[in-house]
């Protein structure tokens, strides 16, 4: 490392002091930072909420909640985990920290907006914390806000529907920004085919955002509306549909899922390439399959609405759909697993994490067809099997994927190594943990146990003790994970500019980029993103 | 400190993806009025007629031109002559304001005959017409919302106008201001149509 010890880069670096230099910062790193703080905390958050909803299942009968509490609990358990967590996390964290190094820029197209989104996003998570503990009470009705018990609950729905909104906004803002960005601002050399695959899918994923979130801020507003007027659009007794409802929630909600996990996939993409040391296989095949699952994910949202009331010909149609977007999901799987194939892998904490995806992933996804299918989802509709299978894509994908990109590209933007040793562990506790408690439930559901009840029936308690014991170990894994990374980030050995021997444009910028990511000279391409001919890590 | 960064080209582009998302925000509303009409036809007509259509072609004539005015506010600027950017911006800002008082006194016409979402004199009238007065009130009242703020945009750009920070060679943001008028004034040339003019 050329840089004397003392460099900071992007921490020091900034045209205002102290935190007002934070706050204020229109640098893209900076804002990925802040998010990336927001959204751990919130993470940890919800996921202490969700070991107390493992607690109370521990036994039948009520353990440490009762109902109403319970179902506030999982409520906001799953608004954190869904609007705080997982739809900003790799996007607006990442996407924002990468976004503009990967295609040679300096920062992305509308500074101002991205902190404006950034601001939008606080404001909601900080109207959703009001609405938990004001008002009627912290909100009962699911993430998913289903009329009609939605506009007849006493608790804090107006606030908490409010706060959502606020951070769809947000969430529209990074789309715009990135889908201009990655139009406008690819330096020279930068062609479409030579992006990285992280930015392919930051693409697909921004036109989702675009395209779908909307449809969630016009249906949150006409909740509140209905709960303000009481008019009764979605009440059949006065004209209205909840049908209807269920449909332009899905029509946003399910495309939402690849927001979810379409960064994920890009996290992937790259960690694999690196520690297999081989050019990404199909590397045209996994730019369109993200497109690919990005269209056909938007047209599948019924899919959630088999035992809603819909005709048998549109539950076939939707049924039709739903098993099409296996076709992009498989094709990346096979051409992960076909970069692995006679490569010389590195089991690397991220590569370990990257791995652990693809299994998740492919198990999540099988149950999604199993769901898919109309005759089986009537029996697995609102059981601990739907619970298990959004767990094992969302948690067991796009959690892992983020777990993912924080040990691969923590490093970079912190100058700071973790130790690996610790972080293997972690991995391990994390992964053994998690298959059982969601696979668990994948059981418990298949059996019949019924989702969002605090209670059960006698005969679900051994499994049930098998999840509840499952999520300890999965909990003391995210502990040690997260202590190491902080560890590893505040007085880990120091790394230099590529410690992993990677060849996207980040790797050949300082650890931690300085503001501005390139000095005077704009950077210029000459070849694909991963050719590994001369390639190697540095030390550290 | 940092490069100062221009991107004309850009910023439209923003604009027309921030515009595409307001189209599928109002898009909820006329996916719910399809569905509605479609189940209550002779309902809605009934209720359209309730409308008045003095105050509905009106506030389209005044919208249209208030359309007018600002897209020549933009030839204006392209040509350098600030005078007239700026009280073409002004009829504009003063149209949408004659949009609002209109849409006030309809409004309170229409709300002092009880006829409001929720109302018990509405309940009384049917499904179809509660479900068409329902969407009445919510969509044009989200309209209304993009008229006030597409007038204070405009407001905003015509104080920056003034100062000297719009010029003929870096217009981009009253063109994309602009942009959005035209979009505030497309969604009503869909919303007219749809509640004043249905008939049999």
Redesign the interface.
Known sequence: MSESTTYTGFWQES?RPGILGWLLS?DHKRIGIMYLTCIISLFIVGAILGLAIRLELIAPGETIMGAQTYNATFTVHGIIMIFMFLIPSIPAAFGNLLLPIQIGA??V??PK?NLLSWYCYIVGAILAIIAIFSGGGAPDTGWTFYVPFSTQTTTNVNLAAFAAFMLGFSS?LT???F??TI???RCEGMTWGRLPLFVWTLYATAWIQ??????I???L??VI?ERV?????FDA?????PI?FQ??FWIYSHPAVYIMILPGMGVISEIIPTFARKPLFGYWAMAFSSLGIAFAGSLVWAHHMYASGMSDFAVLIFSFLTFIVAIPSAIKVFNWISTLYKGSIEMAPPMLYALAFIFNFAIGGLGGLALGAAASDIHLHDTYFVVGHFHYVMFGGGGFALFAAMHYWLPKFTGRMYNHKVAVIGWALLFVGFNVTYMTMQAVGVAGMPRRYYDYLPEFTTLNQVATAGSWVMGLGLLIMFVNLWRGMCSGRRVGKNPWGATTLEWEVPSPPP??NFGEEDPVVTKGPYNFKGVVADEY | MSIEHRDDTGARFGMWLFLYTEVILFSGLFILYAMALAKYPAEFSDASHKLNIYFGSINTLVLLTSSLTIALAVSAIQMGRIKQTLILCWITIALALVFLINKYFEWSAEISHGIYPGSEQLAEMGPGITTFFNLYYFTAGLHGLHVFIGGTLIGVVAVMTAKGKVTSDRYTLLENSALYWHLVDLVWIFLFPLYYLLYH
Do not use: K
Request: without cysteine; neutral net charge; proline residues 5%.
């Open positions: 045209p229109t300096r920062d197209s509308f907006l529209i789309g715009i920004n889908v201009t139009h406008r601002l675009v395209l779908a979130t909307p449809m801020g016009i249906t507003v006409l509306l007027f009481g008019a009764g659009l007794a006065r004209g209205g549909d209807l449909h332009l503001l501005e």
